[in-house]
């Protein structure tokens, strides 16, 4: 069984701030990696996924990502946060195209 | 990309009725495809697998007689909700995999209101 565990449940950052965002898995087999983004009553976005070669992995709208397999971690990055960054937050690992999600990280932008 | 899309987006319903909600895959074709359900300020949790042409797979705990999934073609796949009850008002979404590199597409979601 796999599963996710979303460190921070809150994180309230101040615009142009740098934000992490911690997430770490487990599981017995191989599997990809992936953090997605959820705004208010909508659905979810790929932000990016790891599932093999360079560990550091470049998503969309500035984000990236590195997996750390010793440590088990797949933490969230960005170097300097909009108000539109305002989102739900979450990290997921997939094996056979299912999900297992971690309880997601609620990030908070403020002017 | 690839497109899901999920219908209708929100429905409000009397407890007691039956709600379908619709998932289609538009420019490529799924053989099967996830519900998943979502409770405020919670993460989301997958409901079943709809297996085109055969039975869903549930997961532990979800009521399969509550919870009807129909995967008739390679495009659509539904979710009815029978007999809703309060308990049962969530936001459902539904994703379908392409195939390419294990990445799945996610339809709008769908917030159910019973009342």
């Known amino acids: 069984a796999q599963s996710v565990t979303q460190l921070d449940s809150q994180v309230p950052v101040f615009e142009e701030a740098p934000v992490e965002l911690r997430c770490n898995y487990s599981?017995?087999?191989?599997?990809?990696l992936f953090w997605y983004v959820q705004y208010p009553n909508q659905g979810l976005q790929l932000l990016l996924k790891?599932?093999?070669?360079?560990?550091l992995v470049k998503g969309i709208n500035g984000f990236e990502a590195e997996f750390n397999k010793s440590q088990t971690s797949f933490h969230l990055r960005k170097p300097s946060v909009h108000i539109s960054d305002t989102a739900e937050y979450f990290c997921?690992?997939?094996?056979?195209?299912?999900?297992?999600f971690g309880a997601g990280t609620t990030v908070t932008v403020r002017a | 990309g690839a497109v899901v899309s999920q219908h209708p987006s929100w429905v409000i319903c009397k407890s007691g009725t039956s709600v379908k909600i619709e998932c289609r895959s538009l420019?490529?074709?799924?053989?099967?495809m996830f519900w998943y359900r979502q409770f405020p300020k919670q993460s989301l949790m997958l409901m079943a697998t709809?297996?085109?042409?055969?039975?869903?797979?549930?997961e532990q705990g979800v009521e399969k007689d509550k919870f009807l999934i129909n995967h008739a073609s390679l495009t659509l796949s539904t979710l009815t909700v029978t007999s809703a009850h309060p308990e049962d008002s969530s936001f459902y979404i539904c994703?379908?995999?392409?195939?390419?590199?294990?990445?799945?597409?996610f339809g709008q979601g769908t917030r159910l209101t019973v009342v």
């Open positions: 994703s379908a995999p392409t195939g390419a590199l294990a990445e799945a597409f």
């Open positions: 599981s017995s087999v191989s599997v990809y």
């Open positions: 790891y599932l093999s070669g360079s560990t």
């Open positions: 997921a690992v997939s094996y056979d195209y299912k999900l297992s």
């Open positions: 420019d490529f074709q799924a053989t099967t």
């Open positions: 709809s297996n085109e042409g055969s039975k869903a797979t549930y």
